[in-house]
């Protein structure tokens, strides 16, 4: 959506451009075209922001107690339904600790909440639960699409208008809404079930016209045991060997902040700004280049074709591509082609260690 609203504004903007060509410099309308540059580059600005917070959020998950953060915003959340509905609370006691990120359950609520309000008609009432369940291999044969192992329940229930089969079978369906444009995007239970897949659980909903709603989301119960420990141990020592990595990339900050951080996981380090320099590096470099990392979009050169130009010097050289665009361009058909790794930025360090550590460990 980001892409197609930037497509907008950018017809906005040269439209602007073009038509104040046409005007004579003291004409008043040129005041106004001006305005509209202006606030057409602010909202572009705007866009930018949303998109770098979008992807920041995806990443930040934490230990939790689900009723304590039900309990946090529950305020907030009574807020949103409004006065005529009541808000009922039942937290399960002994509830086990979920491992998410705290932002993502806040979006699930608001969205499960703000659908129950627009469900009830006048006065209501939406009813919030916790609890815990085991899924025995039994359950799971006689309940199809039910996952065997311990989970923390959270549902939200109303009284409202309930669905019937047919909106059931499309509720999950990006932009699927019965709602008024104004009122509606189809995207919220979209996301409800992306966040909940995302972090291992699964959704159940049952609903019948007239009667209300409730869905219920199983969140896999975290186990604070060894192995957690030990991943962590992993993760941390995803370090370099000394291997000679190139990194191309025309942002100059990005480059040297790169520069710094695979130094700082002890790799030998090259660096060009621009994909024709690399190549001479590449020819005169005289010892071995065991990985490059190159942006995708670059002046004169896309990083693809430079991966090319440098494998037919290197044969068998692995590459990683990294682009703030998801890796469809890339990729044939959403698979990406063997020894081709991808990154999307903004990155961690974290992140670049375990896929430098991969694209390196698959030779
Ligand atoms: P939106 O709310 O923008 O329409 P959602 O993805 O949140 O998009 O919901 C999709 C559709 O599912 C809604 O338009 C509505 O028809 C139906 N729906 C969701 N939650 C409920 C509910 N609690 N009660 C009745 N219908 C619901
Ligand atoms: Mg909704």
Redesign the pocket.
Known sequence: MAHDFNNALSVIMSTAELAMDGLDTKEQLREYFDDILMAAKRAANITRQLLAFARKQTIAPKVLDLNDNVESMLKMLRRLIGEDINLAWLPGSGLWSVKMDPSQLDQILA?LC???R??IEGVGKVTIETTTITLDQAYCLDNPGFVPGKFVLLSVG?N????DKK?LDN?FEPF????DVDK???????MVYGIVKQNNGFVKVY?EPDRG?N?RIYLPRHEATTVEAQEDIRDKILLGRGETILVVEDDSEILSIMEKMLKGLDYTLLTSIAPEKAIGIVREYAGKIHLLITDVVMPKMNGPDLAEQLQSICPGLNCIFMSGYTADAISHQGVLAKGVHFIQKPFSREELAKIVRKALDEN
């Open positions: 969205n703000v659908n129950a627009d469900a109303d409202g208008c309930g669905m909106i509720i699927f809404t019965t709602k509606g995007t189809g995207l919220g239970l979209a609903s709603t869905i």
